[in-house]
């Protein structure tokens, strides 16, 4: 199929099944296709490990085998600099302050879709295609970014960060598919990663262990753990900066709270190296702030109903957001549990996405 | 392939018989084996026992080096100094330096100048300093990154006069220039880039240099290098030396025309360009450019799509692009040599090849210097 206006196509190569069949579908389309593998880590490992991260040496060989068998040009763009500096230095210093970052969020933002997209267009290409599931939807409102069709793969959420210019040149062609349909025509088209698992967890981090990488480059920085409610100290930790609102795991506390109620952790501060915990109750909020708003279509004025995600694969739930400052407040019409900040708060209209702003404080009304 | 090299390859797959054998089918392929080896040592003034069949470039280099490092040892214990160019191909470079991680081998760089040259006068001084501890030296003939030819008569005078084996790698140089294998101790050469098959070659070594091998087995190639040899890519192999060496100088002169061509109006049409490697001296086929503000990869991927193959420096194991060790090791600064590409032209190459490119390479270079600045 010839489409009527081909494009000159930047398809980002993971080594994996999603962005090799999106990568198949634009030659398909009859695009100008050329392959690229990021390079994100100086000393990448050799092989994968099961499914934790990606951007192995195994993996950039995957990848360059998909292209071969796709027949379109490879090439590795070294990204790993820009990668340190924006991804993984900002991780460190988001979780140093005390907040809970989105690696993979950040990377759609400051590498695929700005580093990579910069560079494709000023090499001549029109867009870059990765194998998000996501749908971008040309509306008489203009480009729109939607959910994905498959809601146990969506990621949206993820690449809500994207303003009006990052999406008008990218390209999303999984957005309509299910992932098992998306494995069984990686096989049909004779494409060998058809099995390879899934990735999750953090790229960066080898082992998944993400409280002991945070504590090798920032250090030990020991404080106590204290009763949110009563204010008694109930033990130590070795850094606040590895703990995450809502967690309950790890707590390290020998006695249980005096109701025997599982305890979570309700705040952190680096500053004083104190975290709070408590009872689950105390982490229902209805109120978020956040900041660095961005607009996936035009931005809303005035109070708006919507429906807000805090979290990867989280559940929605209604709300009226508005504009402040540069960032959005969000009254919630159910309260949420374990809201970090440094998480993004996705605002949807339906499967559409509104806009992301990055959340600095949930409180209650 | 070079229609000769074709021709004997096929003329050969068709037939039987294990060189090795002594069967009649099996002394018929060990003629051909023979004769292949007599017309390889005619074409480079070397004895026909001298000539080892190996499987490319790579295996004629690693058995040069770790071979007569080995048996340089075996013989006097204080033989651990190897003198190598920092220019070297990476089949010379990395058993170097394997040899110094694991066998208690001292590198000795040799410092070579802005054109790639290896300076005389250091290793002159490197070879007088100690030659009982120099376990041997390797400089290849010709780079075949910037083409830079190295003084190789010279440099085998010296090493010769303080007794120290000279390996030299001839991969790029057999066929394009005139090379007197009877001038060095070892000789390395590829079927491939003489327009022969890919994964055969040979190594020339001179009578009473001893090596020990790398692969024991069938006692073939005088116990030096064991294993099954393979007629079909020998008698190409030897079909396509005598071809690429009997039109050496004629071919040489049309590549070197359009080379020249190339060059000239490259740096005539683009701001910010510069040659690298020794003008006069150098393989014909050979033009090594830098492009000021641009990344040679971005260079490639824009060539590729005009239909224009080129080349830039090696890449890691995971594929990223390094800037290129030979010309980091002429002084260039890592920015500059990141924005390095090699032009390789052949036989095939035609001036209507050169003109395509001379027309497309200014825009492209526009938008790489663009992409360049866009981080």
């Known amino acids: 199929m010839s489409p009527a206006a081909p494009l000159r196509i930047i398809a980002a190569l993971s080594g994996g099944v999603d962005s090799a069949v999106a990568a198949a579908r634009a030659v398909d389309a009859g695009h100008e296709v050329v392959a690229i593998h990021l390079a994100l880590s100086r000393s990448p490992a050799a092989e994968r490990n099961g499914s934790r991260g990606c951007c192995t040496v195994e993996d950039s060989h995957d990848a360059r085998r998909i292209a071969d068998v796709l027949g379109i040009p490879f090439y590795i763009w070294d990204l790993s600099e820009r990668f340190q500096e924006e991804v993984i230095d900002d991780f460190v210093a988001e979780y140093a302050a005390g907040r809970t970052p989105n690696p993979c969020l950040r990377c759609n933002e400051k590498i695929k879709f700005t580093a990579v997209l910069d560079r494709a267009l000023a090499l001549g290409f029109d867009a870059v295609c990765t194998g998000h599931y996501a749908r971008i939807v040309d509306s008489e409102n203009g480009r729109e970014l939607h959910r994905a069709v498959d809601p146990g793969k969506d990621q949206s959420y993820v690449l809500a960060v994207l303003n009006e210019q990052q999406l008008a040149s990218a390209m999303f062609p999984l957005g309509d598919t299910h992932k098992d349909e998306v494995r069984a025509e990686a096989a049909r088209r004779g494409l060998l990663v058809a099995d390879k698992p899934d990735s999750h967890d953090i790229c960066f981090v080898a082992d998944g262990d993400t409280s002991g990488w945070l504590h090798s480059r920032l250090g030990d920085a020991p404080g106590e753990i204290v009763d949110a409610v009563s204010g008694e100290p109930l033990g130590q930790h070795d850094g606040a900066f590895a703990f995450t609102v809502g967690q309950r795991r790890g707590l390290g506390l020998g006695r249980p709270a005096p109701d025997g109620a599982r305890r979570y952790v309700i705040e952190v501060d680096t500053a004083s190296s104190t975290v709070l915990v408590g009872p689950p109750t105390l982490l229902d909020v209805d109120l978020i702030y956040g900041d660095k708003a961005r607009w996936s279509g035009p931005a809303i004025t005035g109070v708006t109903a919507a429906r807000v995600q805090v979290r990867a694969h989280g559940d929605t739930v209604p709300a009226d957001v508005d504009v402040l400052g540069d960032g959005v407040v969000a009254l919630l019409g159910e309260s949420l549990r374990g809201v970090a900040a440094g998480q993004a708060m996705v605002m949807y209209d339906g499967t559409r996405v509104i806009g992301s702003a990055t959340i600095t404080r949930a409180t209650r009304q | ?375």
């Not at chain 2, 000769?4 to 002394?27: I, K």
């Not at chain 2, 190409?236 to 690429?244: E, K, W």
């Not at chain 2, 830098?290 to 991927?301: I, M, Q, V």
């Open chain 2, 1 to 375: 392939m070079r229609p000769e090299a074709v021709t004997a390859m096929v003329a050969e797959m068709g037939r039987v018989g294990n060189a090795s054998s002594l069967h009649a089918s099996g002394r018929r392929a060990r003629r051909i084996v023979e004769e292949s080896r007599e017309s390889i040592a005619a074409a480079l003034g070397a004895q026909p026992r001298d000539v080892i069949f190996t499987s490319g470039g790579t295996e004629s280099d690693n058995l040069a080096i770790k071979g007569l490092y080995r048996a340089r040892v075996s013989e006097d214990s204080r033989r651990l100094r190897i003198l190598c160019a920092p220019v070297e191909h990476h089949a010379v470079l990395d058993p170097v330096e394997w040899l110094a991680k694991t066998q208690d081998a001292e590198v000795v760089w040799l410092r070579v100048d802005h054109l790639g040259r290896v300076d005389l006068e250091s290793l002159g001084a490197e070879l007088a300093l100690d030659p009982e501890s120099i376990a041997l030296a390797t400089v290849m003939w010709a780079n075949n990154e910037v083409g830079t030819v190295q003084p190789i008569a010279a440099i085998a005078e010296l090493c010769a006069a303080a007794g120290v084996p000279l390996h030299v790698d001839g991969v790029q140089a057999v066929g394009q220039l005139p090379v007197d294998a009877a001038l060095v101790d070892s000789l390395a050469l590829s079927g491939h880039k003489l327009g022969g098959p890919h994964g055969v070659g040979a190594l020339v070594l001179r009578q009473g240099i001893n090596l020990v091998p790398l692969q024991h087995g069938g006692g073939q190639e005088r116990d030096i290098r064991s294993g099954t040899l393979d007629t079909p890519a020998i008698a190409s192999l030897a079909a396509a030396i005598t071809a690429a060496v009997g039109d050496r100088d004629s071919r040489g002169a049309q590549t070197l025309a359009l080379r020249d061509d190339l060059v000239r109006r490259v740096l005539g049409s683009i701001p910010g360009v510069s040659r690298n490697g020794d003008p006069i001296n150098s393989l014909p086929g050979i033009a090594n450019l830098s492009f000021e503000g641009c990344e040679g990869d971005a260079l490639l991927l824009l060539l590729d799509a005009a239909g224009i193959e080129c080349s830039r420096g090696s890449a890691c194991t995971a594929g990223v692009p390094q800037p290129s060790h030979v010309l980091l090791a002429m002084g260039l600064d890592p920015l500059t040599a990141r924005g390095s590409l090699r032009f390789s032209l052949g036989y095939t190459s035609t001036q209507a090849d050169i003109d395509c490119l001379v027309e497309v390479l200014p825009s492209i270079v526009k938008r790489a210097r663009r992409a360049g600045s866009a981080r």
